[in-house]
């Protein structure tokens, strides 16, 4: 059974800060993928990452993927307010759009 | 166009009632799915459809049936809901095998 483990689950930086979130995941899988989601609305999607070594950037936020170490993670550079969410990693199980999702990592940025 | 367009956005339901959540997409996508979230937890796969046929049902209880009548459209019919069933219910679509989810508003259901 696959599972995604994303720490850390709380994350209160200040405004300028930077840090890491992580998403590490059981079993293999070339597709990982990043979502945002605000209290009440939907999941964003921000970042699909399909190979090993893949990194992408948008803004402030940079996401990359090991697939050896099954490992990903979401960099947050000089946090403002506005990327406060719940930050979702998802592994996809097989090829049919089956993502098992991590806890999710609510994340505030206070000024 | 890039939207999943989910009506409603909110349903409240007794327990004896039957409703549908309704989902459309004009993106060209072949696949489509159903997701659930609870409170404060993440989603959590029901069904995908990949080309209007029921590919993955997630031991999903037979109280939510699945319908895509074509490849723009999916529903979710319910019928003798369980207060334990409220919960924000996603609709996405996406190429088939190709990845990227792109999902609705949702429709957050709450059954009494």
């Known amino acids: 059974e696959l599972k995604v483990e994303q720490n850390p689950l709380f994350l209160s930086m200040q405004e300028g800060k930077n840090y890491t979130i992580y998403c590490n995941y059981s079993?293999?899988?070339?597709?990982l993928y990043w979502y945002r989601q605000d209290p009440g609305k939907s999941l964003e999607s921000l970042f699909v990452?399909?190979?090993?070594?893949a990194v992408k950037q948008e803004g402030r936020l940079m996401a990359s993927l090991d697939t050896k170490a099954r490992l990903s993670t979401l960099h947050i550079t000089a946090a403002v307010h506005d990327l406060s969410a719940t930050y979702f990693c998802?592994?996809?199980?097989?090829?049919?759009?089956?993502?098992?999702f991590g806890k999710g990592t609510k994340l505030s940025v206070k000024p | 166009d890039t939207e999943v367009t989910q009506t409603p956005k909110h349903l409240v339901m007794g327990m004896t009632n039957k409703k549908s959540l309704k989902c459309e997409q004009h993106?060209?996508?072949?696949?489509m799915y159903w997701y659930k979230q609870k409170a404060k937890k993440p989603p959590e796969l029901m069904f995908v459809y990949s080309y209007e046929k029921l590919s993955i049902n997630e031991s999903v209880p037979s109280r939510f049936s699945p319908e895509c009548p074509n490849s723009s459209l999916l529903n979710l019919h319910l019928h003798a809901l369980q207060p334990e069933d409220s919960a924000l219910y996603l609709c996405a679509s996406s190429h088939p095998g190709a990845g990227e989810l792109f999902f609705g508003e949702g429709s957050r259901l709450t059954v009494l």
């Open positions: 993106m060209g996508h072949r696949a």
């Open positions: 998802a592994v996809e199980i097989g090829s049919q759009g089956n993502l098992i």
């Open positions: 079993t293999t899988s070339d597709r």
């Open positions: 990452l399909l190979s090993n070594g």
